[in-house]
């Protein structure tokens, strides 16, 4: 089994006048764009079976312009939204096989990659830029810690697949 952990794009700064709620702010133009480039970048390289995504509106936003990309549907698993790392990896350890892409944010991203790797979240500091990604894999069991990185990379580099 794969998952592939990705930040979402880059989306509209705090501003409590505009978003009294913070879970509804809304991906830019410009990470709409930056995100459509991300995502053609990594159908390149991996194939997801299954986009599981954050409630929070931008995050669910970027989970839709990946899914276009591998004709997919999204749906939302709400422990990428609050760091609920063991809830997640509950979840995804329910899928027996294939890829599963994971949208959220950071610093949950970062941390959910060092919960998979190593058992802890604050154990490896791998921080996600806006539209990075990484895969990891589980050559066995899927537990805390029994994970192995197979590849991370900013967005820059991904938007260069295309």
Avoid: C
């Amino acid at each position: 089994m794969e998952l592939l952990l990705v930040r979402h794009a880059i989306a509209a700064e705090r501003d409590h006048a505009a978003y009294r709620d913070d879970r509804a702010r809304p991906l830019t133009a410009e990470g709409r764009k930056r995100m459509a480039d991300v995502a053609s970048g990594l159908a390149q390289v991996v194939t997801p079976t299954e986009v599981l995504t954050s409630p929070l509106l931008r995050a669910r936003q970027t989970a839709e312009i990946l899914a276009r990309s591998w004709r997919l549907k999204v749906s939302e698993l709400g422990s990428l939204g609050n760091g609920d790392h063991p809830g997640t990896l509950s979840a995804v350890a329910q899928r027996t096989s294939g890829t599963v892409a994971l949208v959220g944010h950071e610093p949950w991203m970062g941390e959910l990659l060092s919960y998979l790797l190593t058992g802890d979240p604050e154990a490896v500091s791998a921080p996600f830029k806006k539209g990075g990604a990484a895969l990891v894999e589980a050559p066995g069991s899927t537990g805390a810690g029994e994970w192995v990185l197979r590849w991370a990379m900013p967005p820059s580099a991904l938007r260069r697949l295309r």
